[in-house]
């Protein structure tokens, strides 16, 4: 349940990201266009300073609601995942495996034995 909630939100948020994207490039040109398809962050905080002018309001308020409704079900994704018995199992032995890494590789060297010399070819 809480994944399919993450890929609603995720698709909401990016469907406003698309449209903000899309004003951004007939509003400010290609170059901050561009910065907005590699800065998300960016895209956002121009998409409230622009709301009021370019008509972005309801469309920023729905990204923002969906972008804080992505991290709550993140956190509660992650606190399901922590609590669970059998993660708690899988981290304690992850942790065993980590500690006995540790001591194998501090563990001093033991050498490899040495290999036998070569011998002459024997003359008559």
């Given at each position: 349940m809480i994944i399919g909630g993450l890929v609603i939100l995720g698709i909401i948020c990016f469907i406003c990201f698309i449209r903000v994207l899309i004003?951004?490039?007939k509003n400010?040109?290609?170059?901050l266009g561009i910065l907005g398809i590699f800065c998300g962050i960016f895209t956002f905080v121009w998409g409230?300073?622009?709301s009021g002018s370019l008509n972005?309001?309801?469309t920023m308020?729905?990204?923002t609601l969906a972008?804080?409704?992505?991290m709550g079900l993140y956190?509660?994704?992650?606190a399901d995942v922590m609590t669970n018995p059998a993660m708690q199992q899988l981290m304690q032995d992850a942790a065993k495996q980590a500690q006995e890494a540790q001591r194998q590789q501090n563990?001093?060297?033991v050498p490899a034995p040495a290999a036998p010399a070569p011998t002459a070819p024997a003359t008559n």
């Open positions: 004003a951004l490039f400010a040109g290609v170059g409230w300073v622009k972005l309001k309801t308020i729905i990204w972008t804080v409704g992505l956190g509660k994704m992650a563990a001093p060297a």
